[in-house]
């Protein structure tokens, strides 16, 4: 499969890296007081577990295993929220250049990973 090529795994993940830090931004960057620390924890502390929990069976990306299965609708949906969520979290915390990169290497993988996209549609 083109989408498991090593390169486009090892920008899977950093960019699955970048985009707990960029949500965890911008729960620093919404509210004021001592509220931005529990955003910056809680936004990261609760989108890696959905991310490592829920997942579609024989995923040829990942494990394969799914602790929580879901279809693959809902796991292409995850990870647009995911992944998009923490570009954004870089706009709102004020590096709009870095999320904007973000942004656009989130679509050359996902443009780099047609297959799996098709085959997560199907599930």
Known sequence: MVGNAWWNLTLRFLLELAALLGLGMAGWSLVEGWWHWILALALPL???????IFAVP???SRSGR???PVPGAVRLALEFVVLFGGAA????AG?????TIMAVLIVISYAFSLDRLAWLLRQ
């Open 46 to 52: 609760i989108a890696a577990p959905l991310w490592g």
């Open 58 to 60: 024989g995923d040829p």
């Open 66 to 68: 799914a602790p929580v």
């Open 89 to 92: 979290g870089f706009h709102v």
């Open 95 to 99: 590096h709009a250049a870095t999320g």
